[in-house]
């Protein structure tokens, strides 16, 4: 049956889910006829282009290029390193097109020599290291290593451009290694205070505090309402606003060459003092 036979979708001006990609790809497709502005709220995988879908979470190349742009405008008086292992070709290839004064450090069957890396420091300005992998591991290694080469005579600051679950999957990628070398990496949602005016309101309506998911479903609302309060047409109105941001997600819809719209709202965060802080 049909998702819009018991509704009337015409007169809308937005529809945010389903939640679930299959049906929000069926609903999308019966209301592009009626040119109905569908969001994508918490998914970008196995959601199908149109011309009315907005695909609002940014993808993993939008956050490797908010990385790598981040590194464009900050690095040009930096010793810019890249370690990435053997499955981070494509990443590695990438970056050193846009960066092409980065030192590759060079691996031995798929293993950092960090003597190596050491040579290739500079004491004389900030080490800005690009770690790529998502092997624990390697990682791992890498992290112990870059940890015990940082000083204040040489300065090591650690980045990606794609923080994989391998760092939230073991313990032994420490978190003080990852604070000492203020890691920095690409998320698209930032942190808030759990004491905002938000999660206040929230707990005491429900009971128990929002999860990034209830955030996110405010955060896009909230987005939605301003836009059309600005002007009615949402297609209109998509990319002439660009990064809104409000408690944890940031919005900037760009048009997609596939059809519709995704957003490249990224942010870039690092660890500071074990806490997780904006950078840009």
């Known amino acids: 049956a049909r998702l819009t036979s018991t509704q009337d979708f015409a007169a809308y001006q937005a529809v945010v889910g389903p939640i679930l990609a299959k049906p929000f790809n069926r609903l999308a497709?019966?209301?592009?006829?009626?040119?109905?502005?569908?969001?994508a709220p918490f998914t970008n995988k196995d959601v199908q282009p149109g011309n009315n879908v907005f695909i609002t979470l940014p993808s993993d190349e939008a956050c490797s290029d908010a990385m790598i742009e981040f590194l464009l405008l900050n690095s040009a008086d930096k010793n810019l390193l890249l370690i990435a292992d053997k499955n981070s070709t494509a990443s590695k290839n990438k970056i050193t097109a846009a960066l092409p004064n980065t030192k590759v450090v060079p691996l031995s069957n798929n293993s950092v020599n960090m003597s190596t890396v050491?040579?290739?420091?500079?004491?004389?300005?900030?080490?800005?290291?690009?770690?790529?992998?998502?092997?624990?591991?390697?990682?791992?290694?890498?992290?112990?290593?870059?940890?015990?080469?940082?000083?204040?005579?040489?300065?090591?600051?650690?980045?990606?451009?794609?923080?994989?679950?391998?760092?939230?999957?073991?313990?032994?990628?420490r978190n003080g290694n990852l604070s000492n070398l203020n890691f920095h990496f690409p998320t698209v949602n930032k942190s808030s205070v759990n004491n905002g005016w938000f999660y206040k309101n929230f707990e005491k309506k429900h009971g128990y505090a929002p999860n990034r998911y209830a955030v996110r479903g405010f955060d896009l609302t909230m987005d939605m309402l301003l836009r059309l309060g600005n002007k009615e047409d949402m297609y209109a109105i998509a990319t002439n606003i660009p990064g809104t941001q409000y408690i944890e997600n940031?919005?900037?819809?760009?048009?997609?060459?596939?059809?519709?719209?995704?957003?490249?709202?990224?942010?870039?965060?690092?660890i500071e003092n074990m806490e997780i802080k904006n950078a840009n």
Do not use: Q
């Not at 497709?29 to 969001?39: M, R, Y």
């Open 29 to 39: 497709k019966e209301l592009s006829d009626e040119n109905v502005p569908v969001f």
């Open 250 to 270: 940031k919005f900037d819809y760009e048009r997609s060459a596939l059809g519709g719209y995704v957003n490249k709202g990224v942010y870039v965060v690092k």
């Open 118 to 173: 050491k040579g290739l420091l500079s004491p004389a300005k900030p080490n800005w290291v690009v770690v790529e992998s998502n092997s624990i591991p390697f990682l791992a290694t890498v992290t112990d290593g870059l940890n015990g080469l940082n000083s204040k005579e040489t300065k090591i600051v650690m980045f990606t451009t794609k923080k994989g679950d391998a760092y939230e999957m073991s313990d032994d990628i």
